[in-house]
T-cell receptor, first 112, second 114 residues
Framework: DGGITQSPKYLFRKEGQNVTLSCEQNLNHDAMYWYRQDPGQGLRLIYYSQIVNDFQKGDIAEGYSVSREKKESFPLTVTSAQKNPTAFYLC???????????FGDGTRLSIL | GESVGLHLPTLSVQEGDNSIINCAYSNSASDYFIWYKQESGKGPQFIIDIRSNMDKRQGQRVTVLLNKTVKHLSLQIAATQPGDSAVYFCAEKDGGTSYGKLTFGQGTILTVHP
């Protein structure tokens, strides 16, 4: 079935450690996105990519990095510079223009 | 900055009733709106969308209404079922962007009592 796969489902980070969240899609979508969701809040955009080898900062990019080497993959690295990383991270993809974004089932990141 | 917000954070209904979830938006340049349903521990699931050149769109048991005059969006769910219990988010896209950058509201918790 086509869809978006995020892994791992749960992730724990130690102080000073970088961690990478995986996002893979087989929907043949050009655009991919990373959002952060905190309890009781909506989604906030971290980074997005409209095409391979190109990506842009969203509203809360500080402390995060991404790469887009393949159309299917858009991994997110939470760096040690992100001082409050505990959150639910959601990856999405879409075709261009006014089309809905389709989401994965998220990765929950916690601090040890 | 521009934002999307909800009038009611929680909504409780009886099974079989109709539900109405409201959303106010402030960006008059928004040209595309989406409703998502999010169940606990899962990603948002697309329900229905509407473009700014429309004022109503219907799906299976759901209807979205758009009032651009007062910048208001609503989601109507007919014959609400316990499986409809979830958090519902509205989202908007600025018409000045070519890609799908969305601004999300905070969400409304819908609880359906059997």
């Amino acid at each position: 079935d086509g869809g978006i796969t995020q892994s791992p489902k749960y992730l724990f980070r130690k102080e000073g450690q970088n961690v990478t969240l995986s996002c893979e899609q087989n929907l043949n979508h050009d655009a991919m996105y990373w959002y952060r969701q905190d309890p009781g809040q909506g989604l906030r955009l971290i980074y997005y990519s409209q095409i391979v080898n190109d990506f842009q900062k969203g509203d809360i990019a500080e402390g995060y990095s991404v790469s887009r080497e393949k159309k299917e993959s858009f991994p997110l690295t939470v760096t040690s510079a992100q001082k409050n990383p505990t959150a639910f991270y959601l990856c999405a993809s879409s075709v261009a223009g006014n089309q809905p974004q389709h989401f994965g089932d998220g990765t929950r990141l916690s601090i040890l | 900055g521009e934002s999307v917000g909800l009038h009611l954070p929680t909504l409780s209904v009886q099974e079989g009733d109709n539900s109405i979830i409201n959303c106010a938006y402030s960006n008059s340049a928004s040209d595309y709106f989406i409703w998502y349903k999010q169940e606990s521990g899962k990603g948002p699931q697309f329900i229905i969308d509407i473009r700014s050149n429309m004022d109503k769109r219907q799906g299976q048991r759901v209807t979205v209404l758009l009032n651009k005059t007062v910048k208001h969006l609503s989601l109507q769910i007919a014959a609400t079922q316990p499986g409809d219990s979830a958090v519902y988010f509205c989202a908007e896209k600025d018409g000045g962007t070519s890609y799908g950058k969305l601004t999300f509201g905070q969400g409304t918790i819908l609880t359906v009592h059997p």
